[in-house]
């Protein structure tokens, strides 16, 4: 029996999808979680086969939650549900240990076959993303990622160098080197451009 537990922040998905696995004969869900504190809880208590999780969450995001998860409990492999058709999330997740990335309209039984494959230690990708994403290859470095972030979400520089430990002019730094590799406008602009290919 696989044993799975599931991050969905959307109650009704999480019901649903929980109600479509509960079908499948070889596999049972042991806990769902509907922001990434409480699943990564979920997995350190029950340690289970499979955690299948959204890209967005309250909080840390579902690739923040599979990196937390691969570094702390390798067994548990991680599979990444989303309604995000983006090479660049895909890149992200994989890069933070998943085993697969699959959109949330695929079949019932598509959803099945990829907790089965990633159990079985193999990967499971939606073909056409997996194209995408080496195509185009994200330009931005984590900290640059993470600068971006706070600055749209509406964090000054003063505050964001607070956060950080550094100082302003390193923080404006990043945000020009950041605007400049986006070939973006300013900020709000960079932030829409890394949005838009998953890499933000």
Request: without cysteine; hydrophobic residues 45%; proline residues 4%.
């Amino acid at each position: 029996m696989i044993r799975v537990v599931i991050a969905e922040d959307q109650t009704m998905v999480l019901g649903a999808l929980a109600a479509l696995l509960e079908i499948e004969r070889d596999i049972t869900v042991v806990g769902r979680a509907e922001n990434t504190e409480a699943a990564l809880e979920l997995v350190a208590t029950l340690r289970p086969d499979v955690l299948i999780t959204d890209v967005e969450m309250p909080g840390p995001s579902g690739i923040d939650l599979a990196q937390k998860v691969g570094a702390r409990f390798p067994s548990t492999r991680i599979l990444i549900l989303t309604t995000f058709a983006r090479g660049g999330y895909l890149r992200r997740a994989l890069d933070a240990g998943a085993s697969g990335y699959l959109l949330k309209d695929s079949k019932s039984e598509e959803l099945a076959n990829a907790v089965r494959r990633v159990h079985a230690g193999l990967r499971a990708v939606t073909p056409e993303l997996a194209r995408e994403a080496w195509v185009e290859r994200d330009p931005l470095s984590p900290r640059e990622r993470q600068i971006l972030r706070m600055a749209s979400e509406g964090g000054t520089g003063g505050e964001i160098a607070a956060a950080l430990g550094l100082s302003e002019g390193t923080v404006r730094n990043y945000l020009s080197d950041t605007i400049a590799k986006l070939g973006a406008k300013n900020r709000v602009d960079a932030a829409r451009v890394a949005r838009e290919k998953g890499w933000l």
